[in-house]
Nanobody, 116 residues
């Protein structure tokens, strides 16, 4: 069993920063952040491997967002800088358990709202 708890969202102005956190319990291989804006499908944002720390990002956030992890704390972070109104969404973390595909385990979601 895997349990994910994400947090850190809020209401900010364009250009501000936020840091999201996701604490994972259970064994996972890779962690990711996704987001879902109103009326849109959930989309991939960023991912990181526990071992080695390799990362990848959606083109829309490259250069502005940074995903990192603290293995001892089983915590993954998403540092979001230079936020834009189009970043407004509910952000969710997800776990890849075996290195194949994203699982059905999701955090409860944390709202990020960026005002212009």
């Amino acid at each position: 069993q895997v349990h994910l708890v994400d947090s850190g969202g809020g209401l900010v102005q364009a250009g501000d920063s936020l840091r999201l956190s996701c604490v994972a319990s259970g064994r996972t291989f890779k962690m990711g952040w996704f987001r879902q804006a109103p009326g849109k499908e959930r989309e991939f944002v960023a991912a990181i491997y526990w071992s080695g720390g390799s990362t990848n990002y959606a083109d829309s956030v490259k250069g502005r967002f940074t995903i990192s992890r603290a293995n001892a704390k089983k915590t993954v972070y998403l540092q979001m800088n230079s936020l834009k109104p189009e970043d407004t969404a509910v952000y969710y973390c997800n776990a890849d358990l075996f290195g194949g595909r994203w699982s059905h385990y999701w955090g409860q979601g944390t709202q990020v709202t960026v005002s212009s």
